[in-house]
Nanobody, 124 residues
Framework: QVRLAESGGGLVQAGGSLRLSCEASGRTHSAYAMGWFRQAPGKGREFVATISWSGGTTYYADSVKGRFTISRDSAANTAHLQMNSLKPDDTAVYLC?????????????????WGRGTQVTVSS
């Protein structure tokens, strides 16, 4: 069983920044990509960013490209999401997930463990 714990969410004004963290514990795969997704009220789960096991490959949703940066420390089983220039449309619950394979992937179907999420609220 793998447990994921997100932290770092909160309330911020538009234009501000937040840094989310995700720590994986338990019986993780030997090598796995990590990803961040988000879900706003009344909307489906949306891909945000992903990073490969090595950290050498990252992909971002067009809506966050240039504003968000994903990083990881594989030795510590942690991932981070630095969010800058936040907009009210970024308001959502942000969820961390670990993939079944080491390659970065945008598809939620490739992820088998999910955290409970951390709330990010951006006021205008």
């Amino acid at each position: 069983q793998v447990r994921l714990a997100e932290s770092g969410g909160g309330l911020v004004q538009a234009g501000g920044s937040l840094r989310l963290s995700c720590e994986a514990s338990g019986r993780t795969h030997s090598a796995y990509a990590m990803g961040w997704f988000r879900q706003a009220p009344g909307k489906g789960r949306e891909f945000v960013a992903t990073i490969s096991w090595s950290g050498g490959t990252t992909y971002y949703a067009d809506s966050v490209k240039g504003r968000f940066t994903i990083s990881r420390d594989s030795a510590a089983n942690t991932a981070h999401l630095q969010m800058n220039s936040l907009k009210p449309d970024d308001t959502a619950v942000y969820l961390c997930a670990t993939a079944r394979r080491p390659y970065a992937t945008m598809s939620p179907h490739d992820y088998d463990y999910w955290g409970r999420g951390t709330q990010v609220t951006v006021s205008s």
